[in-house]
């Protein structure tokens, strides 16, 4: 993994909740074409609603540089299922694939799928377990094990196949489970997707953080929100990017912010009400103290147009925002070395001495 300080230009994200389904092609492509880096999708599950992985997928093939980032629950999902869903979205993404691992606080999720409610320390775990399964998962298949060999009639070295054993640590809070592999799905072609957590959630005593490529950051206030950046920094080391997390309103079509602004509910993250000069003035300092920022927009037809128009390009202009990266993978986004394959290079056993 690069230091993420060794880069001065950052980057910028911009989730996409607020698009509805139908919508969601049109949106991510304007975000795409303003020269957002990375699309996000919250999950919110609603009756007859896509999940945030379904949205992404859906998103992946019609765009080119953009990456799609969807949120998925550690605590009330099964670890195997995810990591072959975000490798299967690394695949018709183009290597644009990340995942945004949360760890939900939710009776209802617990009893939707007859498990008892976690809550406290217990979040942690279940994400750090879940995070470990799917990255040794994505390892199971080394990047050669496809061999497609018609002579032989063999599709797959299975020496190239390895299993993950994964077990829950003893003082595990929650059901213990083990997961054996191999992944059902070749490795994602990014090798290892990049995993993005909350920081409050990453930490000593929490989710390592080596064992994510990212952070978010959340302040009460945008006065603050810097401060909250340096803290996590502080805290959890060059290696790990930090993106911090902004509600934006905008004057725009002849109204002020302030206007357009409508109550909503409480989101916990640091909200900008003014103006697209304000904003790049607030953005151009944040990304000299974050690697990125994640914007969550009022109304995202309205608020892309004029970020598009007005707070992007100058942000290009300044060199403070890098270009997008053309053909590139969320990997290249973050700054991110080739993923190495923690089976390729240790002594495991293979599948095939196991028959």
């Known amino acids: 993994m690069s230091t993420f300080e060794e880069r001065k230009a950052g980057f910028l994200a911009v989730e996409l909740d607020g698009a509805g389904y139908e919508g969601i092609a049109a949106a991510v492509l304007a975000a795409e074409s303003a ?21 992404a997928a859906f998103a992946g ?19 195997f299922h995810v990591s072959t869903q975000l490798a299967s979205l690394d695949y018709v993404s183009g290597g644009r694939a990340g995942w945004i691992a949360t760890a939900a606080v939710s009776p209802e999720a617990a009893a939707a799928v007859g498990r008892s409610f976690v809550e406290g320390d ?9 995070i470990e399964v799917s990255r040794r998962l994505w390892d199971s298949w080394e990047d050669d094990a496809v061999i497609r060999d018609v002579a032989t009639g063999r599709y797959i070295d299975v020496d190239k ?9 003893a003082d595990f809070s929650g059901a213990a489970y083990s997961v054996k592999g191999p992944s059902i799905i070749p490795r994602p072609l990014q090798g290892q997707l990049p995993v993005l957590a909350a920081a409050s959630l990453v930490g000593e005593g929490l989710v390592p953080s080596d064992a994510v490529d990212a952070v978010l950051v959340s302040a009460p206030t945008p ?18 990017a930090i993106v911090a997390e902004l509600d ?18 409480e989101s916990g993250l640091a909200r900008f009400v003014g103006s697209a000069a304000d904003l790049t003035e607030l953005l151009g300092s944040l990304l000299n103290e974050a690697d990125g920022v994640r914007l969550h927009l009022a109304a995202l037809d309205v608020e892309l147009e004029e970020l598009s128009r007005l707070v992007l390009p100058e942000l290009r202009r300044r060199g403070a925002l ?15 070395a080739p993923a190495e394959n ?14």
């Open 161 to 169: 196949l390895h299993y993950a054993d994964f077990e829950t640590p």
């Open 322 to 336: 890098r270009p997008p990266v053309q053909d590139g993978t969320f990997r290249d986004v973050l700054g991110l």
């Open 61 to 79: 093939p019609v765009t080119r540089t953009i990456a799609v980032v969807p949120e998925i629950d550690t605590v009330y999902t099964e670890p």
């Open 342 to 355: 923690r089976y390729s290079t240790t002594a495991v056993a293979p599948l095939a001495a196991g028959k």
């Open 122 to 130: 217990a979040l942690a775990q279940e994400a750090a377990a879940s």
């Open 248 to 265: 934006v309103v905008l004057d725009a079509r002849g109204q002020s912010a302030a206007t357009r602004q409508v109550p909503s509910p």
């Open 35 to 55: 020269g957002f880096h990375a699309a996000t999708f919250k999950d919110t599950p609603e009756a007859g609603r896509a999940n945030a992985l379904q949205r």
């Open 223 to 240: 006065e603050l929100l810097a401060a909250e950046v340096r803290d996590a920094r502080a805290r959890l080391g060059s290696s790990v």
